[in-house]
């Protein structure tokens, strides 16, 4: 059983609430083998009494289905203090024993909501509305996302207001639906390499990520059958679903039996994550590391057929690899020259995350790919989406629109995520305010402040009952103004900073991202996520009147999109949402300029 009490809303009004209580105690008792604290058993004793009193102020209520300490599976003991079933509204109610709310009160309630809407099956076709409730305030009554903010006294006005019109919801078959939510990509590591099978997420069915993964082994049963030789390129936004795929695509994959596949990463930090979490080094392998042994060395050739590069936008150009490996040949005509090599047959597969390419070597972008397929000595055909064509005009392509993953799954339901954001780096904030508006309505939040302990006591507020999620102080590695302030971004204290467990350890470890204590770069967080981070601005990049980057680099190309490019990975990490802090010790004049900036792109400011 995953809640603690369930019944009408009569049942409730006429059953003692020291019986109530006591059943919420042994459901605790049995979920954390340990009893209430003094201060969650006066939680429940305001909860049940206000409640009781509201729904008996509600004519025709007696039916409606009332459920408490709904604990979320899979969500590491989340759960809403009481779901009410007003006829055909799911109602998601938070209380908070505190005389005014605060930001993290109104997100965590809004958060409910809409994970209910989004993965819970028997509430999914019906309106799921957050209500707000502070038992010990008199006389408040505010909107909130499509639903309410009230003090006890007005709670009646707000069930009244937000219940539907339509057949009572049943409270058996309510509780009898699925919640099935998104895993990270962490935790969908595990269960893949634990041989579990992932959550059926809608969301990424709306992705096409399993037809997608169909796809592929089609391809490579072909590949293998008829003697050929492909290049994929998988695009997508941040989040939606490109490693996943890559992941499952190679655990799954085999011919006869037999495994065929390889996942390589450009992506170190993202390696030592995943290897951290699931303490093994074979699933997940080093890209650089597979090219010196294979491709620079290249005394033997790779036992595999396949190989899947995840963040193949981050492949060494010549000049790169002639830097760092004494080689001539950019990393994408190494790994089809390999490919060529094989006997018989061999399938290269791209991930690829476009406007994220933020090393030297890099900035060449996927015209390299395009050149490796002209020089592989043998034909390969070229799968891509629609908008990749043009690159590739001279070499055999096969164009196909399942190749380009267009739904983040990071944000939920917060589509336009990618959308915004792209017009913020673009310079055009009154449009991505327009889309912030829309963002804020799916439960996306966006704040910015220049307090720093301000965004640390909002997102440790915001997930205090919820000891899973992860939220941490993220940087540019650019970034010359923070040390002063106790934000060591520098070269040599990332360096020393143990990427897997600021990942991965729980939020009482001092080397979690939880204490807030050590920050990581653009180049620690590419591909991974949190539910929360703060973004620390940094003194390389400002705003006069359109973007400036302040600090350059050594790039061939074009040194100002790297410092884009950073931000666009840094602001793109968030599931729930970002928090960026303007420090004091920005250039002059830019902590105002750059709050202009973001208040009209859609921020609000934390107070």
Not at 50 to 66: E, P
Not at 361 to 384: M, N, S, Y
Request: aromatic residues 8%; glycine residues 8%; proline residues 6%.
């Amino acid at each position: 059983m995953v809640w603690g009490w369930a019944g009408s809303a009569r049942e409730l009004r006429s059953t003692e609430p020291s019986i109530i209580e006591a059943l919420l105690g042994e459901q605790h008792q049995e979920n954390y083998r340990q009893p209430p604290a003094a201060s969650q058993q006066l939680a429940w004793s305001h909860e049940i009494g206000c409640l009781s009193r509201s729904l008996g102020a509600v004519a025709d209520s007696d039916d409606w289905g009332v459920v408490l300490e709904y604990e979320l599976p899979f969500e590491g003991g989340r759960r809403p203090d009481a779901i009410v079933l007003a006829r055909d509204t799911v109602l998601a109610l938070e209380f908070k024993d505190a005389a005014l709310p605060t930001p993290a009160h109104r997100d965590q309630t809004r958060a409910y909501a809409r994970d209910l809407a989004e993965y819970h099956s028997a509430s999914r076709s019906h309106a799921v509305r957050p209500i707000l409730t502070l038992p010990s305030a008199v006389g408040i009554q505010q909107a909130l996302n499509g639903g309410r903010l009230s003090s006890c006294d007005l709670l009646p006005m707000a069930l009244r207001d937000l219940a539907g019109s339509g057949p009572q919801l049943q409270l058996d078959q309510w509780l009898r639906g699925s919640y099935e939510p998104l895993p990270t990509l962490i935790e969908a590591a595990r269960r893949v390499f634990r041989d579990e099978a992932l959550p059926h997420i809608r969301r990424a069915e709306s992705a096409g990520v399993p037809r997608l993964l169909a796809w592929l082994h089609d391809l490579v049963a072909r590949a293998s059958a008829n003697g050929e030789r492909h290049l994929v390129l998988i695009t997508g936004v941040p989040g939606s679903g490109k490693t996943l795929v890559g992941l499952q695509f190679v655990h799954e994959s085999g011919i006869e039996g037999r495994p065929t596949a390889l996942f390589l990463s450009g992506n170190d930090p993202l390696v030592d994550v995943l290897q951290d979490a699931l303490a093994n080094k074979v699933f997940v392998r080093r890209m650089h590391d597979f090219i010196l042994e294979y491709g620079v060395r290249g005394k033997v050739l790779p036992p595999n057929h396949v190989v899947v590069f995840d963040e193949a936008q981050r492949a060494w150009d010549v000049e790169r690899m002639q830097e760092k490996k004494g080689h001539p040949r950019s990393e994408p005509e190494v790994l089809l020259q390999l490919a060529a090599a094989m006997p018989g047959w061999g399938v290269v597969i791209g991930l690829v995350g476009e406007g994220q390419e933020i090393y030297l070597g890099e900035e060449a972008g996927l015209a390299q790919w395009h050149d490796a397929v002209r020089k592989a000595g043998v034909p390969f055909t070229t799968h891509l989406p629609a908008h990749l064509r043009g690159t590739f005009e001279s070499v055999p392509t096969a164009v196909n629109d399942a190749l380009n993953l267009t739904l983040s799954l990071r944000t939920h339901r917060a589509d336009r995520t990618q959308e915004w954001l792209a017009a913020l780096i673009a310079g055009r904030p009154a449009e991505a305010g327009r889309l912030a508006a829309l963002l804020e309505s799916d439960g996306y939040a966006m704040w910015v402040t220049m307090d720093l302990a301000a965004a640390q006591r909002y997102v440790q507020g915001r997930y205090e009952e919820e000891p899973t999620k992860r939220f941490g102080l993220l940087a540019s590695s650019k970034a010359r103004n923070l040390r002063a302030l106790g934000i060591d971004n520098e070269f040599n204290a990332t360096r020393r900073l143990k990427i897997g467990p600021w990942f991965n350890a729980p939020p009482s470890d001092t080397r979690s991202s939880c204490q807030l204590q050590e920050p990581v770069t653009e180049f620690q967080c590419q591909g991974l996520e949190l539910d929360m981070p703060i973004v620390c601005w940094g003194d390389d990049l400002g705003w006069e009147n359109g973007w400036k980057a302040y600090r350059q680099t050594r790039a061939a190309h074009d040194s100002d999109q790297l410092r884009l490019n950073s931000y666009r990975v840094l602001m793109s990490r968030g599931r729930d949402g970002l928090v960026i802090y303007l420090p004091p010790t920005l250039r002059e004049g830019q902590q105002g300029e750059l709050l202009e900036l973001l208040l009209e792109a859609g921020f609000s400011r934390l107070p």
